[in-house]
Nanobody, 122 residues
Framework: QVQLVESGGGLVQAGGSLRLSCAAS????????MGWFRQAPGKEREFVAA????????VYADSVKGRFTISRDNAKNTVYLQMNSLKPEDTAVYYC???????????????WGQGTQVTVSS
C-alpha cells in the first residue's frame, strides 16, 4: 500500500509558475513509477507526465512538453511537477499516482493522492 499526498497548488496568473509536490509513504517509493494527471471540471482525467523508478526516464503529454518538468527524490519519497509558463487551460485538479510500471493512462495506476487545485487566471 502506498499513500500519496499532493501539495503546492494555488492561484497563479498566466505565464507564472508553480511547483507541485507529492509525498509518499508506505511501501518502497523507489520501486514505483510515478505519474501526474489532471482533471478539469466536466472533462476526463488526463495524463500530464510520468517518471520511472530511478528518474532516468520521463514521459510528457504534448500539451505540457517544454513547460512542465517531472522529477523525483527517492531519498525524500517525493515526486515533483515544476510548471512554468502556465496557461488558463492548465487549470485543473492535479493528482499524483503510483504504479509498478511507467505508463500514461490513468487506468494503469494503482495508487492515487487526493489532488491539489491549480487555477491559472488570464
Amino acid at each position: 500500500q502506498v499513500q500519496l499526498v499532493e501539495s503546492g497548488g494555488g492561484l497563479v496568473q498566466a505565464g507564472g509558475s508553480l511547483r507541485l509536490s507529492c509525498a509518499a509513504s508506505g511501501r518502497s517509493f523507489s520501486s514505483y513509477a510515478m505519474g501526474w494527471f489532471r482533471q478539469a471540471p466536466g472533462k476526463e482525467r488526463e495524463f500530464v507526465a510520468a517518471i520511472n523508478w530511478s528518474g532516468g526516464r520521463t514521459v510528457y503529454a504534448d500539451s505540457v512538453k517544454g513547460r512542465f518538468t517531472i522529477s523525483r527524490d527517492n531519498a525524500k519519497n517525493t515526486v515533483y511537477l515544476q510548471m512554468n509558463s502556465l496557461k488558463p487551460e492548465d487549470t485543473a485538479v492535479y493528482y499524483c499516482a503510483a504504479n509498478p510500471f511507467l505508463g500514461s493512462t490513468f487506468r494503469e495506476y494503482e495508487y492515487w493522492g487526493q489532488g491539489t487545485q491549480v487555477t491559472v487566471s488570464s
